[in-house]
């Protein structure tokens, strides 16, 4: 039993957007692209979804994008431009991305006190998202990841994928980083953590032979 899990493709990180990944676009076609030539039991879409004035935003402390600040459970906090806040255009997954009627939405990043990268958990592991429980409901065994950032969401939710049990695959042309460094040391987490490193063309490939 597998599942297609979608993280944060979003417009306000997509072109244009106020959190612009470099080339976020270019991931819409090689997932739509599996979405029209594999089967999975299950799809599902992460999606940030912020209050107003929320901690990982540089406006609620007064600061400018990209500084941090050390939160009330000693984590360090990067800022970032206000974002994907609740029911805005920048919050809407990209018109451009299939989205199927039974795909299953998790928002995530909903406590103003906390940052929430992964489609798990929050970022200081206190709470989680329904997706675990939906997952073993469906009986999932193999959990595919793309989406975006690679370096940030993408690497959160990987790595709790693999925590939670699950057998584990990254989408590479599927997912954008923000910076090349970033990124390169997530794919090395990635690897140390037994994630499986997969393209669409041979998703789609393996999932019709």
Not at 42 to 49: C, E, I, M, R
Not at 96 to 107: A, E, G, P, W, Y
Not at 167 to 190: A, H, R, W
Request: one cysteine or more.
């Amino acid at each position: 039993m597998s599942c297609l899990l979608i993280i944060d493709v979003q417009n306000d990180f997509m072109k244009d957007g106020s959190l612009e990944v470099e080339n976020a676009n270019d991931i819409i076609k090689p997932i739509n692209d599996i979405r029209n030539n594999c089967s999975f039991d299950l799809v599902a879409l992460s999606k940030d979804w912020h209050p107003e004035n929320h901690i990982s935003f540089a406006s609620t402390h007064n600061k400018k994008p990209y500084d941090s600040i050390i939160t009330k459970s000693n984590n360090t906090q990067l800022l970032f431009p206000d974002h994907c806040i609740q029911n805005t255009k920048g919050s809407e997954i990209n018109k451009d991305l299939i989205v199927k009627d039974k795909d299953i939405i998790i928002n995530k990043g909903l406590d103003k006190e906390v940052d929430s990268f992964s489609s798990f958990y929050d970022n200081d592991k206190k709470s989680k998202t329904e997706l675990h429980d939906i997952l073993k409901k469906h009986s999932i065994v193999n959990v595919y990841i793309c989406g975006l950032a690679t370096d940030f969401c993408v690497l959160a939710s990987c790595l709790d994928s693999v925590s939670c049990g699950f057998k584990t695959y990254f989408i590479e042309d599927c997912s954008k980083g923000v910076s090349k460094n970033g990124t390169d040391q997530s794919l090395q987490k990635m690897k140390d953590n037994g994630i499986i490193f997969i393209n669409s063309l041979d998703l789609i490939q393996n999932k019709n032979n």
